[in-house]
DNA sequence: TAAAAATACTCCATAGGTATTTTAT
DNA sequence: ATAAAATACCTATGGAGTATTTTTA
């Protein structure tokens, strides 16, 4: 008889390509995984991976079956992650997954505030590019993304929670008019300095100017918007800073700062789970409490008028 | 950690609503499975039944997880469906379920011919009602139907096979012009007789007449379209006779039959599967297999003409 | 109080571990 | 020749059976 034992040794040999450390990955010998596997294919009366001299391949039919095991091994999880949220909304494991450009000034008030709340949560925090969040919450290795949206897939749904305005950030010594907005033409007249290929900040900054890749941006891409707030700081050229960075990054680090002019360009902040997911109710809580927080954070420091240099001269 | 036998016990009895039985069915002992459901509800932190005097009660928790484990299970048998087709096609165990206006017509030319095509395959028939068919199908009892199209549900696959058109079925003594055909009004000049309720046959013919049930109509419903054909034989009404029934019922029995007019009224013959099986290539393999055999019995003893009682007379 | 599920206890099948051999490039 | 999977063999966990007690309407 089939058992789910026979099935996650198989997924994670099919993960793996290899059944010494996908037995390492499912903390059992990997003679008693080949046993497994070996049972498995005696069941299904299919020969499912092909045996090289370094490592497996899939047969076709192997190719099928993972499939179907996928699926199966996610409605299991699915099925304790609905007891788990029945038991206790938000309890239990948690892997959240969250892009770089958000990490930083999202986190640190969210994670005490949810201790305090949910003191049965074990969140573990991801932080990468939405195109590995995304794929690690297919494969069920995230439950929960935030990020910015929109998320196009049929897997997958999302909730927006807040927009997060973008304000143009340039060199302290530059003289702009202080009572003038910001306009995407202004952005071309000097050098553009944004994060390395892969980020979605990096995408939007560019739809935003109309600019190519190629035309007058930095070549480098730096990896952390701290590093390019002290380029900018430095005169090295000017970047589009989120709104919701500014706070932190602007603390130590002098620059000039100026909202757009209307329509202000902003990027939309939600979060993001398998559809079948059955702690939608968790992540909907999870996310209104994000909402509220980031509510709070711009009614109290909020930048308003179009030069807003002041906020900086108090650090 | 959870296992397929936690989810096929609790499956087991949920469906049967009682531990005794349950275990009965899955062929252990009560108290093993009993066990495995405590080690589920611990695992999975819920309660999932209620314990009464007499059996048991699903909780609503209990009801979300049955949804789920049956979706799960469902998907196992797919994989070993898969699997099975994969090794051979047309082999292994196929449960068939066959409506009563098909079943007697239909099985003895086509078991023999499948027993010598596909000695593997080990087919088991059920014979009963459309309703009864398609609960069985979504419940995974059976693998495949045969029956009158259309089957309107979102799970399931058909594939139509051929036409099966309506004779009237009239007493021997009843003088008609032999070169007339009928239409829908000669129905109603005479008292019809049907098949008892449930039968797809009996609202297939009401609909063709456009009548209601309360109308002249034989009140009690026969179970077999044998008794019916008897029942016209010995002048007690008209009926409506599927022509693939006409060869086996008018062997025995003198009835005069005549085609309708065109457009002749006909039934859709088709095979019906659970969309998400595996087997679909099996079951169009067999649907061929229905199909080439249907067109060789018609062209055999084909019915033409208008009066057709001369085929009887050699019986 | 009677039917049904839970518990107690025993046994054995089998999953898993270690050591070793076979296989494939 | 070497990395990796298969086999051999032993051990121990846990699933299953029988007998019995507890629970619930």
Same mark, same amino acid.
């Not at 390509?17 to 390492?24: D, K, L, N, Q, V």
């Not at 949560?121 to 993304?145: A, F, K």
């Given at each position: ?116 709340? +949910? ?46 305005? +973008? ?27 944004? %994060? ?23 070549? +480098?891409?730096?990896?952390? %918007? ?90």
């Amino acid at each position: 008889m089939t058992s789910l034992k026979q099935l996650r040794y198989f997924d994670a040999v099919a993960r793996h390509g290899h059944f010494g450390r996908a037995a390492e990955h499912c903390a059992v010998s990997q003679p008693a995984l080949s046993m497994q596997i070996r049972d498995l294919e005696q069941e299904l009366g299919l020969k499912l991976f092909e045996r090289l001299a370094r490592g497996i391949r899939l047969t076709p039919e192997g190719r099928e079956v993972e499939k179907r095991v996928a699926r199966i091994l996610s409605d299991i999880r699915d099925l304790d992650d609905y007891a788990k949220q029945r038991g206790a909304p938000l309890s239990g494991p948690l892997n959240l997954g969250v892009i770089p450009s958000l990490a930083p000034y999202v986190l640190p008030p969210l994670l005490p505030l949810l201790q305090r709340r +949910f003191g049965e949560l074990d969140l573990s925090i991801r932080e990468t590019q939405t195109q590995h969040l995304v794929d690690e919450l297919i494969e069920g290795r995230l439950d929960l993304l935030l990020l910015a949206l929109p998320v196009e897939h049929a897997e997958i749904e999302t909730l927006a929670l807040f927009e997060d305005c +973008f304000l143009l950030a340039y060199p302290p010594d530059r003289k702009i008019d202080k009572d003038v907005l910001a306009t995407p033409e202004l952005l071309k007249s000097d050098r553009l300095l944004l %994060l390395e290929e892969g980020h979605c900040l990096r995408d939007q900054a560019l739809a935003l100017c109309e600019l190519r890749q190629t035309d007058h941006i930095n070549t +480098f891409g730096a990896s952390s %918007l701290s590093t390019i707030v002290q380029m900018v700081a430095n005169g090295m050229g000017m970047t589009l800073l989120p709104e919701i960075a500014v706070d932190l990054e602007t603390r130590h680090q002098r620059v000039g700062l100026k909202r757009f002019a209307e329509p202000q360009p902003f990027r939309s902040i939600g979060l993001a789970w398998r559809r079948r997911s059955p702690r939608k109710p968790d992540f909907m809580a999870l996310g209104s409490l994000i909402g509220e927080m980031s509510g709070i954070e711009n009614s109290g420091a909020g930048i308003t008028g179009a030069g807003v240099e002041a906020e900086l001269e108090s650090a």
